[in-house]
């Protein structure tokens, strides 16, 4: 479970300074945000060190025109279809902040004790002069993120009166007066908005003065708040013109727009899906040659007209159907007793039912066929015959050049086999008989010919899977079982 931290749950090191006169003399320097990302930026290029940590497939595209923008000192808005991972990388962005940066201790922004900003802590700063008190914020707490929807208001992203310090005798024209909103607050931060063309067009001029001059303006007031934040924004192509739109002051506020993309290599795909699959969790085993099935499945969608390209295929797709796979295989080894949880490609055929609610198709293929259909599942349809492909294109990339007839023999000729849900490995195993090419299959699939049965079995299903595709071999399937045999 990931804890969210809270202002008080991260402890700052004891050695650091404790007053603004402390903090002057040890020569801490301010740096704006945004010269603070810089600069961090640069030292991590400089050292070698990956300031993207967790992101795959944008090394050569997306993230050298990123990191132009960041030392451009650019807000920047990310421009893709949904789970390209545009809400990821913004999160990283969090490291490159300094790990502690001093506020005014009590304030309710994190203000600067060089630069008092709220009316209340410069009177503080004025008073107590070098005696004022310094706190210490840790860079995680350095980052808001609001999902645009079309009820926020104004007063969640800027703020508004505070009716009850009004009451307090307060006139409406003093600054003291208002409760801040979500950007005030992350003053010294960065500020992501997802989905930003979901906000309604009144919404997001609030955000034209925050982001050029640098104030804000409530019920009418103009408070002069030099707000320190870096903005940055994720928005899906189509929104420009269906859902919604950017507004063009707004788009023109914005430093540097970002295409982000899908992975452009099988490979990075393949590190995607099980990176973010976290299958150690569900405590089943996913080959890495199941995971390039999950894998071209995806992309095979994302070339498919039968599937909505304007919405995309999301990298999400292929991970739940890691996870579902996983899943899958940990059902069957409670129903059949094996110790160990390994996937196997008849786990393949829980994907398309379970996962079909996350893709769109393009009208004609329908979810329930009409009454006076013929019946067909056209979704349905589509998707087993391109999870078939994947099937089919991984066999033939890992198998190239291996001759599997002694297999297709031995199956036609009488040995049978049969998987399930309720089949365990070994009993997959133990119906062919002795094949040197079943040893090759093995190797070639990642599997230790002389290992535990799990991954040995999820082998040969696949290498019998590609000779049924190819019509070598037949296959039945009734009631959660398969049966390979003779075409």
Known sequence: MTVIPTRGSLEPPTT???????????????????????????AALRSGRDPWPGIIGFGDTVLPQLERALLAGHDVVLLGERG??????????????????????????AEHPYRPI??????????????????????????????????????DLVGDVDPVKVAQGRSLGDPETIHFGLVPRAHRGIVAINELPDLAERIQVSLLNVMEERDIQVRGYTLRLPLDVLLVATANPEDYTNRGRIITPLKDRFGAEIRTHYPPEMAAEVALVAQEADLG??????????????ARFSRQLRASAAIDQRSGVSARFAVAGAQTVAAAALRRSA???????????????????????????ESGYYDQPPENDSGRDGQGEVLTHLL???????????LRGLNLTPLAAAVSGGHRVATGERVPAAEVLAALPELPVLHEVATRLGAAPDGPPGPIAAAVELALESLYLTRKLGKDADDGRTVYGAP
């Not at 969790?281 to 999950?294: K, M, Q, W």
């Not at 786990?347 to 996962?355: F, G, M, T, Y």
């Open 16 to 42: 650091l300074p404790r007053t603004l006169g402390a903090l002057r003399a040890c020569g801490h320097v301010q740096r704006d945000v945004k010269g603070e990302v810089r600069a961090n930026l640069l």
């Open 84 to 109: 390209q991972g545009k809400t990821r990388l913004l999160r990283t962005l969090v490291g490159l902040l300094d790990e502690w940066t001093p506020v005014v201790e009590g304030a309710e922004l």
């Open 118 to 155: 709220t009316p209340g802590s410069m009177r503080r700063a004025a008073e107590l002069g070098d005696d004022l008190p310094v706190g210490w914020l840790h860079r995680s707490l350095r980052y808001t993120e609001k999902l645009a929807t079309p009820d926020t208001s104004v007063g």
């Open 281 to 294: 969790s569900i405590g089943a085993e996913v080959g890495e040659v199941l995971l390039e099935v999950l």
């Open 335 to 361: 129903l059949t007793g094996e110790d160990h949880a390994v996937a196997r490609p008849v786990d393949l055929e829980s994907v398309p039912a379970v996962l079909r609610g996350k893709l769109e198709f």
């Open 388 to 398: 078939r492909r994947a099937v089919a294109d991984t066999a033939r990339a890992r």
